[in-house]
């Protein structure tokens, strides 16, 4: 397991992080997105849609739980936050969407609990900073999660 921790100073910084590595996914990646409340995990989506080529706009699926969008790679933008019972994904289907030819995001990820998660899968936590802004933690679990985080760390540059 590889980890990033990247200082995002503002919402734009948050969607160009989300677009750089929308550009680095290929169908069948999967994105954990956890956070407090009003952290910045719908706006990082909208970055990663951006990446993947996703044109119109990016919506939070609070309560519509799964939404799907094309681009150069389909979009499956999953929040469950709202389900009461995470066996409930299973009767969504998204053990689907996570094996399927597209890239998954889930805000609230965690929540699914390890054994509803896949097996490897790329973590992004965003916590508030002392000062404001945000700290994106991004943390590789699997082969190739650490490879796109490589991969990430290339293109910021020294320093990263």
């Given amino acids: 397991m590889t980890f990033v921790r990247i200082w995002l100073k503002d919402e734009m910084a ?3 992080l989300g677009r750089v590595l929308g550009g680095l996914l290929e169908p069948g990646d999967v994105v954990i997105l956890t956070g407090e409340l009003g952290a910045g995990k719908t706006t990082l989506a909208q970055g990663l849609a951006r990446g993947l080529e996703v044109k119109g706009r990016i919506t939070s699926p609070s309560f519509t739980l799964i939404q799907e969008y094309e681009g150069r790679i389909p979009f499956f933008h999953v929040d469950v936050y709202r389900l009461e019972d995470p066996e409930a994904a299973l009767e969504l289907g998204l053990d689907e969407y996570f094996y399927g030819g597209g890239v998954t995001a889930v805000e609230w990820g965690r929540l699914l609990g390890e054994e509803l998660l896949p097996p490897e899968y790329l973590e992004v ?14 943390t590789g679990r699997g082969a190739r999660y650490v490879r796109i985080l490589e991969e990430l760390k290339k293109l910021a540059g020294p320093g990263a």
């Fill in 125 to 138: 936590s965003l916590e508030y900073g002392p000062e404001g802004g945000r700290y994106a933690v991004l």
């Fill in 14 to 16: 948050t969607r160009e």
